[in-house]
């Protein structure tokens, strides 16, 4: 999918009833939509160790983020906030990235022959 098809697909998700809907990209980055505007993320690039759990983790860590700024389901998320959440989600992705199984846990694979 293109950058337009995305912000297509949102728009939809959207008017099915979803106030806010965020669409991770792998290294294009990110695009949430709040029924009026986009806000795009960038990745923070690493030469990474393992991606297993990035984008879950990005979009926890922009959830919590979202939480501590105090959003609850009637506010309005201020772009502050939302530039904010994709900053914090993109380092601690960034970090996930950086640990082997990414949860620390790796184990190595023997090909069977």
């Not at 996930?96 to 023997?110: L, S, T, V």
Request: net charge positive; charged share 25%; with cysteine.
């Amino acid at each position: 999918m293109n950058i337009n098809e995305i912000k297509i697909f949102q728009k939809k998700i959207h008017d099915f009833g979803c106030k806010y809907v965020l669409v991770t990209m792998e290294k294009n980055g990110q695009v949430f939509f709040d029924g009026n505007k986009y806000y795009n993320g960038k990745v923070k690039l690493v030469n990474p160790v393992d991606t297993m759990g990035a984008g879950d983790s990005f979009i926890a860590a922009f959830i919590v983020t979202l939480l501590r700024f105090g959003w609850k389901d009637n506010n309005k998320l201020t772009e502050n906030e939302i530039l904010s959440a994709f900053e914090k989600a993109s380092n601690y992705s960034a970090d996930i990235c950086m640990i082997e199984g990414a949860y620390g846990y790796g184990k190595p694979i023997k090909e069977k022959r």
